[in-house]
């Protein structure tokens, strides 16, 4: 009868072990950083699919910043995920045009390739022609959305309703997409350092925004040092059986 049971239960947990190999999700997995004329004409957000992990989810997640005049800054990243619920999530963080306007849009799902979204027309319009239709205030700002750094910054005329000009960085990382900065000038209502209304993450991805301009290179070095060292003990851990059955072919 006990001998019973524990097969019973044995079986049981083969069964579930098979279900869950079963249930490992294929999702869309890529990563996108660019400079767009129009990214709801131009950004083709296609990847390539991937068998996930058992548990996971997938997950598709969009950034899009813009200054009045200027070209659209967008990061994305499509992939598996161990963490979230499903959820389909839109936020636009800064008030209607005029002024930067900054937008992100997140899904979580659980089918398989469910991220496969191909356009980010459903949730982007394009802010600047209706700015450019206001008539100029007397306000200007140095104006340019960069990744990486603004080589230039024109001092343009900001349209009426916009009253601040905004100069900050915002620096990603998380979902693929590794330490990217984009930094963000030009004429906006947002009052501060607060572009992302204090927000600090978005899907995957976490934000920090900065509007300073001392360098934070003190930290980033600290950082980088855990990596590498935990890189290069993988790899030791890796070569040590080769070498120890290389050993024994040579004796
Ligand atoms: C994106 O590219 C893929 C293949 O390259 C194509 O099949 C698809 O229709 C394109 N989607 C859009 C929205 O342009
Ligand atoms: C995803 O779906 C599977 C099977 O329907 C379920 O067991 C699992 O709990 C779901 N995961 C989440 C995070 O909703
Ligand atoms: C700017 O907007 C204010 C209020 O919205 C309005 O009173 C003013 O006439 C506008 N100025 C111009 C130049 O259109």
Known sequence: ??????????????????????????????????????????????SKAEQCLPGELCQETVVLIKADGGKTALLASKGCTPQGTESMTFIQYTPPPPGLVVVSYSNYCNDSLCNSKESVR?????????????????????????????TSAPSLPCANGTTQCYQGRLDFSGGGLESTAVEVKGCTTVVGCRLLATLNSVGPLTVKESCGYRPVLQPRQAESGGPWGHASLWALELLLPAVLLALAHFP
Do not use: H, K
């Open 1 to 46: 009868m006990g001998a019973c049971c524990i097969r019973c239960f044995l079986l049981f947990l083969l069964g579930a072990s098979l279900w869950t190999l079963v249930r490992n999700l294929r999702c869309e997995v890529g990563t996108a950083l660019s400079l767009e004329d129009d990214p709801s004409q131009t950004f083709n957000w296609t």
């Open 122 to 150: 459903s949730f982007w319009y394009q802010p600047g022609a209706a700015a450019t239709a206001r008539p100029p205030g007397a306000l200007r700002c140095p104006t340019c959305v960069a990744l990486g750094s603004c």
